[in-house]
């Protein structure tokens, strides 16, 4: 049993300036002002002193390629579809299964540090080496997408099927999803197979591990139509998701990244059918892709989460300057200050990032849900004085003011040290890891 005491805990509904948490097993059992807390739990807690800090939910990435850390800086500065096929493609074919959990984990550590508690994460997949396997050895929470691929359609279900009987549930941490790559990767008849095949694991999985959704990026590429078009022989008429709608493939466990080049027919369809969104702006940003109009997609009452995309296209898992990032991208595009003030920001890059994975019990400080919590010290020279402590952690926290991390209940990160992994070990078989990919590529 852990109390979190003393400090600002922040809340969907409010900050409490001298708050606690109480933490039985992986959940939430209480949360408010301090004095009552206590007074209600009584004793035998194991107390983490939080005065002079910040206690939020643990952020949710709803976006990612975390075994690409071991890819980072290994091509920047290309637009999409030239990086894909000229620069990462070819490099991934040459990693090991090994080098899927050994990037993962080297994601998970980044990560957490950075107070991300959960990951969506889409990769390749092997049975045993993966990054399922990966971030349960750091102690990560994650929705893992098995990536599905025209060229290799049986492969791909056979790897999602695996993927679901081995990982689905394991530890309390790890779902599987559907990871369709992208219209331009995968064919009308493999789209439709994916979505049958996401509706019967659903069935079939989520009682022991929660929901299977699919996972997929969708309208990152202005060219995607065109791509698609001609790569599949299929005509297409308004935008992506129309086409995807037109394929019978959107519903309400339906994640897409990035949702940049839309057409109203696109936003209609995603309303109805319920479709999520990962906002990945700098992402997008680095990759010339564009800008996503995330207040009028908000206003339409659709779910936006926030992703930092991979670690080879961002450069990095760091949540909460994505938070920032698509705070003032939407001022700036709209004119408007108050487009994504601070508050919906922190809700995006938690609660609503629960959402998008279909958890009902993440995302918040609330007695029942899950125990993901993130300690943050104040005190620092860019975070003084303090008048409002939520728009201090949307515009000046820094990740790496992160100084304790808690998932499901168990503490993960603490005052710089981690409790799960030997980081001089990860770093030095990173190393060679690396060395033998650069070799093998030239």
Same mark, same amino acid.
């Given at each position: 049993m852990i109390l979190v005491e003393g400090g600002y805990v922040v809340t969907q509904e409010r900050v409490y300036r001298e708050g606690a948490v109480a933490i039985e097993g992986e959940r939430i059992v209480d949360v408010g002002d301090a004095s009552d807390v206590k007074r209600r739990v009584g004793r035998g807690f194991e107390k983490i002193d939080a005065r002079g800090k910040l206690v939020i939910p643990g952020l949710v990435n709803a976006h990612t390629h975390i075994a690409m850390? +071991?890819?980072?800086?290994? =091509?920047?500065?290309?637009? @999409?579809?030239e990086w894909l096929e000229r620069k990462i493609w070819p490099v991934e074919a040459r990693m090991r299964p090994e080098d899927y959990e050994l990037g993962a984990m080297l994601g998970a550590v980044e990560s957490i540090r950075m107070g991300v508690t959960t990951v969506c994460s889409l990769y390749h997949y092997h049975p045993e080496h993966n990054e399922a396997s990966g971030i349960l050895k750091v102690g990560l929470r994650g929705v893992i997408g098995v990536a599905a691929f025209a060229w290799r359609p049986e492969e791909s279900i056979r790897d999602i099927r695996d993927a679901l009987e081995r990982w689905h549930?394991?530890?309390?941490?790890?779902?599987?999803?559907?990871?369709?790559?992208a219209p331009y990767t995968v064919d009308?008849?493999?789209? !439709?197979?994916?979505?049958? @095949?996401?509706?019967?694991?659903?069935?079939?999985?989520?009682?022991? *591990? #929660?929901?299977?959704?699919?996972?997929?990026?969708? =309208?990152?590429?202005?060219?995607?139509? !065109?791509? %698609?078009?001609?790569?599949?022989?299929?005509?297409? !008429?308004? *935008?992506?998701?129309?086409? +995807?709608?037109?394929?019978?493939?959107l519903d309400e466990c339906f994640l897409a990244a990035h949702a940049i080049h839309l057409t109203d027919g696109d936003i209609r369809v995603i309303r109805e059918r319920g479709v /999520?969104?990962?906002?990945?702006?700098?992402?997008?940003? /680095? +990759?010339?892709?564009?800008?996503?109009?995330?207040?009028?997609?908000?206003?339409?009452?659709?779910?936006?989460?926030? #992703?930092?995309? *991979?670690?080879?296209?961002?450069? %990095? +898992?760091?949540?909460?300057? %994505? =938070? /920032?990032? &698509?705070?003032?991208?939407? /001022?700036?595009?709209?004119?408007?200050? %108050?487009?994504?003030?601070?508050?919906?920001?922190? !809700?995006? &890059?938690?609660?609503?990032?629960?959402?998008?994975?279909?958890y009902d019990d993440l995302g918040d400080i609330r007695p029942g849900y899950l125990a993901d919590i993130v300690i943050i010290d104040l005190k620092r020279p860019h975070l003084t004085p303090i008048y409002d402590p939520l728009s201090h952690l949307i515009y000046s926290v820094r990740s790496l003011d992160v100084e304790t991390v808690i998932i499901g209940g168990r503490v993960v990160y603490r005052e710089g040290e981690f409790l799960t992994v030997d980081l001089d070990e990860l770093y030095e078989r990173v190393g060679r890891a690396v060395e033998r990919l650069t070799a093998e590529a030239s």
């Open positions: 850390t +071991l890819l980072r800086g290994y =091509a920047d500065d290309y637009p @999409l579809q549930g394991r530890d309390g941490l790890i779902r599987i999803a559907v990871g369709p790559h009308p008849e493999l789209w !439709r197979r994916l979505h049958d @095949l996401r509706r019967w694991a659903d069935e079939r999985y989520s009682g022991r *591990g #929660g929901r299977v959704i699919i996972t997929t990026h969708v =309208a990152e590429d202005p060219n995607e139509a !065109r791509i %698609t078009s001609e790569r599949f022989n299929v005509e297409i !008429r308004g *935008g992506m998701f129309e086409y +995807l709608d037109g394929l019978g493939v /999520k969104i990962a906002h990945c702006p700098v992402s997008n940003m /680095k +990759l010339g892709m564009g800008i996503a109009r995330v207040r009028r997609l908000l206003d339409a009452g659709i779910t936006v989460g926030l #992703g930092t995309d *991979g670690p080879a296209s961002n450069n %990095t +898992l760091d949540l909460l300057e %994505t =938070a /920032k990032v &698509a705070s003032l991208l939407q /001022k700036a595009i709209t004119g408007d200050p %108050t487009a994504i003030p601070a508050r919906e920001a922190f !809700r995006m &890059a938690t609660i609503y990032g629960a959402r998008v994975l279909l």
